[in-house]
Every structure is written in C-alpha cells, then in structure tokens.
T-cell receptor, first 112, second 115 residues
Framework: GENVEQHPSTLSVQEGDSAVIKCTYSDSASNYFPWYKQELGKGPQLIIDIRSNVGEKKDQRIAVTLNKTAKHFSLHITETQPEDSAVYFCAASPPGTYKYIFGTGTRLKVLA | NAGVTQTPKFRVLKTGQSMTLLCAQDMNHEYMYWYRQDPGMGLRLIHYSVGEGTTAKGEVPDGYNVSRLKKQNFLLGLESAAPSQTSVYFC??????????????FGPGTRLLVL
C-alpha cells in the first residue's frame, strides 16, 4: 500500500545551525506534499507545502525540495532557533483522494 | 473563527465503555477526517467524510464508527473501548475547492486513556 518513510526520527542541532528532514513516498502519482509542525500538547500545523509541478519552495527560513524521479522530498530549516523545537511530519497526497499518508515524524531539538 | 475544535480534551474510560468524540469546524469545509496518533507511528487515518451524510473507512477503522449528520460536525464513536484504543485523537478538515488549496487543518486533539 501507500507508504511514506521519514528520517531521522530524532535530530538535535545547535542554535543557528541548519536542520534537514527527509521523506520518501511510494505512490508515484502523489502530487501534494505538506509539512506539519506539532508542538507539545497541540495539533499539527501546516508550515509549508509543495506541489508536484514545483521543485523547490521557500518561505523565510524554511524550504522544501522535491525530487519526483527519486520520489523523495526534504524540509530544510536554516538558522534554527529554540522555538523550532517540535515534532515535524511530512505527508503525501495521492491525486483525487484528499487523503494524506503521513510519515512517522521527526523530533527536532534545537540546543541553545 | 475558531477553526477546528474537539470535545473533550481528555477522557479516561474503562474497558467496554462507550463514548463519542465530537469535532466541529467553522470553515465551511466539505472534508473531515479522524486520525489517531501513537508514539513512533505518526498519524493514521481512522475514518473520513467527503460531505454531509457521507463517511468512508481509512487505514485503521476497526472498533470505531463515525457520523456526519451536519456539515460542520464529525463524530467518532467507540462502542466498546479497548486498551489498544488508548491514543491521542485528532480531527481535521479541508476544503474541496482546489482553488483554495487542499490543506488539512487540525484540531487540538483528544487524549483518551482506556484502562
């Protein structure tokens, strides 16, 4: 069935360094790829998304890249800050379904 | 505009008891979803609805039932709770209008403990 693998499961970086989280999806027809941030005790919140007709998207310190041939996409956070500490989830959405297949999450810790 | 709200925030049940989790959204979204979140397993889709009066099974539907009698509400029922249903439950909603995007908006979650 459809599957999204996410790595690493935990990531610790020093404040100011960059963080990269990678996801691989199995359904080559997937065409929408959102990234969510979940803070402790809260629901996931969308931070950035990308569609299959775009290779890269950037929003201030956050960027997402998509490689359709390899079926993987990555989240890049630059100049990390303590408030970036959270669990991040990637997801892939097959066309016409409005359903997401989520990765298993990455716990990011930004050390001050 | 409250977005997506969930009731209750936390509940403790005994094995065999029943309960209903309520999700409400005020964004006029057609699509609504129920997920469960367990450590190391991410978010797994239980049931979803593509409009008022419709429901469909997701990835892990067993032991749960849902109803969408009103567009703004999506109810998740546990008829006979089991310890394996201890989890955090999230509701989400999204628009069916591609022009508005397909982002799912999540509620704050309901933490359920089944003893």
């Amino acid at each position: 069935g459809e599957n999204v693998e996410q790595h690493p499961s935990t990531l610790s970086v020093q404040e100011g360094d960059s963080a990269v989280i990678k996801c691989t999806y199995s359904d080559s027809a997937s065409n929408y790829f959102p990234w969510y941030k979940q803070e402790l005790g809260k629901g996931p919140q969308l931070i950035i998304d990308i569609r299959s007709n775009v290779g890269e998207k950037k929003d201030q310190r956050i960027a997402v890249t998509l490689n359709k041939t390899a079926k993987h996409f990555s989240l890049h956070i630059t100049e990390t800050q303590p408030e970036d500490s959270a669990v991040y989830f990637c997801a892939a959405s097959p066309p016409g379904t409005y359903k997401y297949i989520f990765g298993t999450g990455t716990r990011l810790k930004v050390l001050a | 505009n409250a977005g997506v709200t969930q009731t209750p925030k936390f509940r403790v049940l005994k094995t065999g008891q029943s309960m209903t989790l309520l999700c409400a959204q005020d964004m006029n979204h057609e699509y609504m979803y129920w997920y469960r979140q367990d450590p190391g397993m991410g978010l797994r889709l239980i049931h979803y609805s593509v409009g008022e009066g419709t429901t469909a099974k997701g990835e892990v539907p067993d032991g749960y039932n849902v109803s969408r009698l009103k567009k703004q509400n999506f109810l998740l029922g546990l008829e006979s709770a089991a310890p394996s249903q201890t989890s955090v439950y999230f509701c989400a909603s999204s628009s069916d209008d591609r022009a508005l995007g397909e982002t799912q908006y999540f509620g704050p979650g309901t933490r359920l403990l089944v003893l």
